[in-house]
């Protein structure tokens, strides 16, 4: 029997991010791509690895993260879940479902999140919107496929915002926004991304409801948070919104360590007999 894709003990599930949020413990949340950074993820001991649709900029360069598709996505997910297999296996994967595989009826949202979940084995998808969501979201999470919502600043309507700027900070938008959460809750997500939002009103998702909320630039009363893996390593030289905190300076590291063998090879000085047969 193939048991590459079997969970293995100490594995994130749904339940363990419930027990998290009711005892305060925080949950922590950062992209992948691929399988090595999958790995590391892994075990540096993260609790979910979101395959983020993110992946059509940081990863493929477009300017938002509308292009990707469910090919796209799945290439994606599956080297990041034979990652986490190949480490302790600890880590909840989570995949975004592309824009416009979930929109357009409730059937094919169906279709592509059971094609995307039978593909490469993760754990739970990812689905942008509110009320407007609600149905497909309860008809996923009711055939047994867990469902993490997404509210506040959802990238994939950017054309529809026309900026990137913070969210809900009218006193509609803020009503909307409760309303969207507590209907998400209803639909049957397991969790909910808060993104780019003002503190108090992530504070006040986030005691309305029973599933753990995961912030991002939603400050820190959120019950996890999530990150770009890209942007707190500082691979992106570019991109340095308030919300990121860079752990390192790694495009720095980087560019050092091929000058150096761009050098090296230049001066004849690589390979050393050592380095050769
Ligand atoms: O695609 C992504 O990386 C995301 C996170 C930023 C929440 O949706």
């Given amino acids: 029997m193939n048991t590459s894709n079997q969970h293995k003990a100490g594995h994130v599930t749904t339940r363990k991010l419930l027990d998290m949020k009711q005892q305060g413990e925080k949950i922590s949340v950062l992209t992948a791509y691929d399988y090595t950074m999958a790995k590391i993820l892994d075990r540096a001991g993260i609790d979910v690895i979101l395959v983020g649709d993110s992946a059509s900029n940081v990863f493929s360069g477009h300017a938002t993260t509308l292009p990707i598709t469910i090919e796209e996505i799945i290439y994606h997910a599956k080297a990041v879940v034979r990652g986490v297999h190949d480490e302790s296996g600890r880590a909840m994967v989570v995949v975004d479902m592309p824009f416009m595989s979930y929109q357009i009826s409730g059937d094919e949202a169906l279709r592509n999140a059971g094609k995307i979940m ?81 503190s108090a009103l992530a504070a006040e998702v986030t005691r309305m409801l029973t599933i753990p909320t995961i912030g991002i630039g939603a400050g820190s009363h959120c019950d996890g948070q999530v990150l770009v893996i890209n942007d707190i390593l500082g691979l992106n030289r570019e991109f340095h919104p308030r919300f990121v905190r860079q752990y390192a300076d790694l495009n720095s590291v980087i560019d050092h360590a091929v000058q150096q063998y761009v050098d090296d090879v230049k001066q004849g000085s690589f390979p050393s007999d050592e380095e050769s047969y």
């Fill in 118 to 198: 039978k593909e490469h084995g993760c754990d739970a998808l990812k689905l942008e919107g509110g009320k407007i969501i609600a149905d497909t979201i309860k008809r996923i999470t009711d055939v047994g496929i867990p469902v993490m919502g997404h509210l506040g600043l959802m990238p994939q309507s950017i054309y529809k915002y026309g900026s990137y700027k913070v969210r809900a900070q009218e006193e509609h938008e803020a009503e909307q926004l409760l309303e969207d959460a507590r209907l998400v809750e209803e639909a049957g997500a397991f969790a909910v991304v808060l993104e780019k939002i003002p």
